[in-house]
């Protein structure tokens, strides 16, 4: 039951990543490399990656939130701990992995 939930998994993430998109828009739309690789790369990797970077980061911001706090930088290490970190993980296009070269 497990291996056959994990293969149907695996199968419709590739099936998904060779779909191209309907768009209604021009044909400049994806500005990025949106290829079968580079989303598998993404889903694989980047993703997970991205998921315990905002969850090592919200820890550290709960953690160091006194200090800053005081300091008035408090909104700064948001952004820069949680906020960044989670919208490479949940609001990046699919596939597209430029965003985490900075």
Do not use: Q
Not at 37 to 45: E, H, N, Q, T
Not at 77 to 92: I, N
Request: net charge positive; aromatic share 8%.
């Amino acid at each position: 039951m497990k291996k056959s939930s994990l293969s149907f998994l695996i199968a419709s993430a590739l099936l998904m990543a060779n779909s191209s998109p309907a768009i209604a828009g021009g044909s400049d739309v994806f500005d990025y490399d949106y290829t079968p690789g580079a989303v598998a790369a993404d889903i694989f990797l980047a993703r997970p990656l991205c998921l315990a970077v905002t969850i090592a980061g919200s820890g550290l911001f709960v953690a160091t939130l006194p200090i800053t706090a005081m300091c008035g930088g408090a909104n700064a290490s948001a952004r820069a701990l949680v906020f960044a970190p989670a919208k490479e993980t949940f609001v990046r296009k699919l596939g597209n992995l430029s965003g985490l070269e900075k």
